[in-house]
């Protein structure tokens, strides 16, 4: 996710409460300028009138979508509040001081984007690195790209998060590791960053923390597929049985994902032989759980979900007459 729909939201989730007061001033203040116009000459406003309504409409624009991102939108925003700016109130020589605070603006800004450009283009060449799996163009590519100006990609992706895909996938754990911690610092709430601090973590016994990793995944997208089958892993891993196979469930079915019908098998096969132990009429049904196990999980999994049932609700007796 990288747009609200609402670039007032949007100002506030990448500058706070105050980016977004001033991004607001920064829309409003023509339109002001526009109606203080008008209440001066009248109906001789008839320009003003069609920017001021322009602009309002812009704004109305920009509540339900996202014309923030769009150069050309922006730019034809700037031209439009330019006409309403009064001039007047820059004859004297104190307020025409006031010029240079614009002007130092876009100096800086102008700074800034030649700063980032060369960077960008290395993000494009780690991304296509990434893509095709050429781990050391990824690596040499990454080592240019300059933090302070640069970060994280268009896909709300931190570049050191390509840095930890390339090590993990040469063997380097503990590169990997350090990688994954500056981009879980850079964005701690990006899924694919959250799911790679998750995995790294398990796989070095940390099951606690992987799961903990997980569960903030989770909150953000509740129905992730590969975080749910991870940590149902997790949790089977740290020895919470019960809890692993109540997440599983959560997973929709798929006969066509190999590594989902793996742990069904494994963590399904524990949760059929546990009920079975104090349950004479499951035990009757399945008289030997382990080995006729694989489609008879498959069978209770899917057709209970089919039926809506909660995890509370499943029915072994899908066989029974």
Not at 86 to 114: C, D, E, H, N, V
Request: hydrophobic share 45%; net charge positive.
């Amino acid at each position: 996710f990288q747009r609200p729909h609402n670039d007032i939201i949007w100002a506030a989730c990448e500058t706070g409460i105050l980016g977004a007061l001033v991004y607001l001033l920064i829309l409003v203040l023509p339109i002001y300028w526009g109606y203080a116009t008008i209440k001066q000459q009248g109906k001789k406003a008839h320009i003003q009138w069609l920017l001021v309504f322009t602009l309002i409409a812009y704004v109305f624009v920009a509540l339900v979508d996202f014309p923030l991102e769009r150069a050309e939108h922006q730019l034809v925003w700037a031209l439009l509040a330019a006409f309403l700016v009064p001039g007047k109130s820059l004859q004297t020589g104190f307020k025409r001081i006031i010029l240079f605070i614009p002007f130092a603006i876009l100096m800086g800004s102008m700074y800034y984007t030649f700063q980032r450009f060369p960077n960008e283009v290395q993000a494009k060449k780690v991304a296509e690195a990434q893509a095709t799996g050429n781990w050391q163009k990824l690596l040499i590519a990454s080592k240019k790209i300059n933090a302070s100006f640069y970060s994280i990609d268009n896909f709300s992706l931190p570049i050191q998060w390509y840095v930890g895909v390339a090590h993990f996938s040469m063997g380097n754990r503990e590169e990997a590791n350090k990688a994954f911690q500056l981009a879980y610092a850079c964005n701690p709430y990006q899924i694919h960053v959250l799911n790679n601090m998750a995995s790294i973590n398990e796989l070095a016994g940390k099951h606690t923390l992987a799961v903990a990793y997980y569960d903030q995944l989770l909150h953000i997208s509740p129905k992730q597929p590969d975080a749910l089958l991870n940590k149902s892993a997790a949790l089977f891993n740290a020895e919470k049985k019960l809890e692993a196979m109540r997440c599983l469930y959560q997973f929709k079915y798929d006969e066509g994902n190999t590594q989902f019908l793996t742990y069904l098998h494994v963590i399904g096969t524990w949760y059929m032989e546990e009920k079975a132990i104090n349950n004479p009429r499951l035990k009757a049904i399945l008289p030997a759980p382990s080995a006729s196990c694989p489609q008879i999980i498959k069978d209770i999994f899917r057709t209970n979900q089919q039926q809506n049932h909660t995890f509370e609700e499943i029915n072994f007796f899908i066989y029974e007459p």
